[in-house]
């Protein structure tokens, strides 16, 4: 990942792209909205931290955080949800309601999410800016890109012969289905850099249930980033391992 994570800031470099920062906002219909993020900066590898790990709900581990003296804090303004990733594709961490407070420890690379260590909750995790209010300045926070594989367990492996196909600007991606348990069952999660309208855009969208195997997506010509994607297992104890997405170029 971090050779992957060092190739697309060179890429972003060599792209000129001077549009601001833009997000969907988190909604209801999560599972058929992706969040789109267009890329008009460029993370600094120097600023990633180290990893705190994030448990599972139903892990009793709680690591120690001493909030910095300064620190932005966040208010939960509606009832929502807090993740493990920093858009409505990642998994549900936490219930979050109105009133629910807690420190701002870092911020996404690709969204403008925040990743909030809430006090009543023993582990950190990604909130929407829009459903909290804001103390302080986060744009002085480090960045940091969530690491999957710290987030509970995952015994069912990363989908297999997973496939992608180009019909002019539309990519559609496919693999073969994971039996999981009805339980168990979350599906899978799509992380991919795609290009529209001369815009290099990171694309995160979520499947919802096991059978679902097949995901189509605009990507045209005209970036000079490369496209690039890859596919999750999601179950209820975590993300499996990635399966890299063969893109086929424009």
């Known amino acids: 990942m ?43 590898p120097t600023l990633t931290p180290s990893l705190t790990f994030t448990p599972a709900p139903t892990d009793t581990f709680a690591p120690t955080f001493t909030p910095t003296p300064g620190a932005p804090t966040a208010k939960v303004n509606k009832q929502a949800h807090c993740r493990y990733g920093p858009s409505a594709a990642y998994l549900h961490a936490a219930d979050l309601y109105a009133g629910d407070a807690g420190t701002v420890r870092y911020r996404a690379f690709y969204s403008n999410w925040l990743y909030v260590q809430f006090d009543k ?35 069912y492996g990363p989908p297999q012969n997973v496939q992608a ?37 990171w694309w995160t969208d979520d499947l919802p249930e096991q059978d679902l195997t097949s995901y189509a997506v605009t990507d045209e010509a005209g970036c000079a980033a490369p496209s690039w994607g890859r596919v999750f297992t999601v179950e ?15």
């Open 121 to 155: 909750l023993t582990y950190s995790c990604w909130v929407a800016p829009s459903v909290v209010d804001v103390t302080g300045d986060v744009s002085k926070l480090q960045q940091l890109e969530p690491d999957l594989s710290r987030v509970g367990s995952n015994m």
């Open 236 to 250: 209820k104890h975590g993300f499996s391992e990635p399966a890299e997405i063969p893109w086929p170029p424009p």
């Open 165 to 201: 196909s180009r019909n002019g600007d539309e990519v559609t991606i496919t693999w073969d289905q994971v039996k999981m348990t009805s339980d168990d069952d979350r599906g899978y999660l799509i992380e991919a850099f795609v290009c529209q309208g001369g815009a290099y855009i």
């Open 2 to 44: 971090k050779n992957r994570a060092l190739f697309l800031i060179a890429a972003i470099l060599i792209a000129s792209c001077n549009a601001p920062w833009i997000s969907a906002p988190e909604t209801t219909k999560e599972t058929a909205t992706p969040i789109i993020v267009l890329i008009s900066a460029t993370p600094q």
